[in-house]
């Protein structure tokens, strides 16, 4: 079963504005992941922020987690139209599903020129 | 240049036919890892493995075998079990299980006739 849901499903914006994304999941987790997926591509690997975090940068994204909550949110500041993709949330649970990530179903992000 | 490779990139097979699905590092990680990928869905895991010849089932391993006889390699084999077999299959390897990102092949999209 998807542990990690992300919202909103689609998401359109201009070039210039900021782009969030979050990511819920139900059980405890080890570390959540983010990656990104041009369109029939493979994916690419944008942070991994362990349990015991609270915020990670890596340039223009800025990542989130709550574990009170269970959710975690991805920032992108001053979108480009290249950021256009999918983003993906993935949870590594941690105990017996130690480094088995459990994906999201995405978020499509259009950045428009 | 590292990194890890999947052939072929389309590939198509009868109904009832077994076929492999290749993916190769020379990232020098111990795990490698497949999933599944249908029309807007995320990733669903397949099998992965922690070093050689030591391998586990992941969510979705029916109708599907795996060999890990090298570091390096990690074929995935459909087989004529698997009801369903059209979909994107991505091959993913870590340095170590659970503990880093992964890093993804480029994606073998199978078709059924």
């Known amino acids: 079963s998807q542990q990690g849901e992300e919202d909103p499903q689609a998401l359109s914006i201009q070039e210039g504005e900021n782009a969030t994304m979050n990511c819920s999941y139900k059980t405890s987790i080890n570390n959540l992941q983010w990656y990104r997926q041009n369109s029939g591509r493979g994916l690419v690997h944008l942070i991994l922020?362990?349990?015991?975090?609270r915020e990670k940068h890596s340039g223009r994204l800025r990542v989130t987690l709550d574990t009170s909550k269970k959710s975690s949110s991805l920032l992108i500041t001053a979108s480009r139209a290249a950021d256009t993709a999918s983003y993906f949330c993935?949870?590594?649970?941690?105990?017996?599903?130690?480094?088995?990530?459990?994906f999201g179903q995405g978020t499509i992000l259009t950045v428009h020129p | 240049d590292g990194g890890i490779t999947q052939s072929p990139k389309y590939l198509f097979r009868k109904e009832g036919q077994n076929v492999t699905l290749s993916c190769e590092q020379n990232?020098?990680?111990?795990?490698m890892y497949w999933y599944r990928q249908d029309p807007g869905q995320g990733l669903r895991l397949i099998y992965y493995s922690q070093i050689v010849n030591d391998f586990q089932k992941g969510d979705i391993a029916e109708g599907y075998s795996v060999s890990r006889e090298k570091k390096e390699s990690f074929p995935l084999t459909v087989t004529s079990a698997q009801k369903n077999p059209t979909a994107f299959y991505l091959c993913?390897?870590?340095?170590?299980?659970?503990?880093?990102?992964?890093?993804f092949g480029p994606g073998t999209r199978l078709t059924v006739l």
């Open positions: 993935a949870t590594d649970g941690g105990g017996t599903s130690y480094g088995k990530l459990t």
């Open positions: 922020i362990r349990s015991n975090e």
């Open positions: 993913a390897s870590s340095l170590r299980q659970g503990r880093d990102e992964q890093f």
């Open positions: 990232l020098n990680h111990d795990a």
